[in-house]
């Protein structure tokens, strides 16, 4: 039993997920309005972000780079 749970829970895909989960709670106190509301709108960035990029790739401009914002200072690095 023990390797079974093991197995299923020591892998990053299910553990990393709910490190950040975690972490966002803690973050705002547990108030579970404001973290869906976070996860919302976190999860709609990434699918706007995902679909944008789909269609640069499209246009045949794949060797122009997107600038990416940097998490710890929110500002737009053009490298």
């Given at each position: 039993?023990?390797?079974?749970?093991?197995?299923?829970?020591?892998?990053?895909?299910?553990?990393?997920?709910l490190?950040?989960?975690m972490?966002?709670?803690?973050?705002?106190d547990?108030?579970?309005?404001?973290?869906?509301?976070?996860?919302?709108?976190?999860?709609s960035?990434?699918?706007?972000?995902?679909?944008?990029?789909?269609?640069?790739?499209?246009?045949?401009?794949?060797?122009v780079?997107l600038p990416?914002?940097?998490?710890?200072?929110?500002?737009?690095?053009?490298?």
């Amino acid at each position: 039993m023990k390797a079974l749970i093991e197995r299923q829970l020591y892998r990053p895909a299910v553990v990393l997920p709910l490190l950040v989960l975690m972490r966002l709670m803690v973050t705002l106190d547990f108030n579970l309005m404001q973290v869906t509301f976070v996860v919302v709108m976190k999860s709609s960035q990434y699918m706007f972000q995902a679909v944008f990029r789909h269609r640069f790739d499209q246009a045949g401009r794949r060797d122009v780079r997107l600038p990416q914002v940097n998490a710890v200072h929110e500002k737009t690095c053009h490298c």
